[in-house]
């Protein structure tokens, strides 16, 4: 017996030589590469500015000057007590401890797992995150418990005039 051979113009001889749909193949793969290959290119250049200006900072040593703030007036606080105050920003809650009479401590009060805020426990003298049962030790901001593995960024304090004012914020070390 004679087999039958199917004929395949060289114009459809491909893996889809049976669909025949306009601009079917109009992106391969090689096309597909070459607009990742762009996007990406474009991405990272429109990045540089951004970088720049970070490079800038870190050469300089140039630092963002953070605001004065008066917090409360020391005879407002007894040892044992806390308050919560908004630094740097309005935006940014803070908490002030007054850890013995005429010492104070103060932290950003979003925990450093998930920014659940932090609480003052007079009882035990630690600060709580309640979400995850997180603790932080008042004297360095330090996690003693929970999930948090970093210490709560600390504010800078200082005492004048009877007040207690914030004056900045510590740099986070690793």
Known sequence: MEEKQTKISARDDNYTHNIHKSNERSLDRRGFMKTMVGAAGLFAVSTLPWGAVAAKKLITGEN????????????????GDAMEFAYPSEHEGALLVCVKEGEYKAYQNACTHLKCPVYWSKEDSELLCPCHHGKFDVMTGNPLAGPPRRALPEIELKVENDAIYAIGVKPYEA
């Open 64 to 79: 963002d000057a953070f605001p004065t703030k008066k917090i409360a007036a020391v005879s407002a606080l007894k040892p």
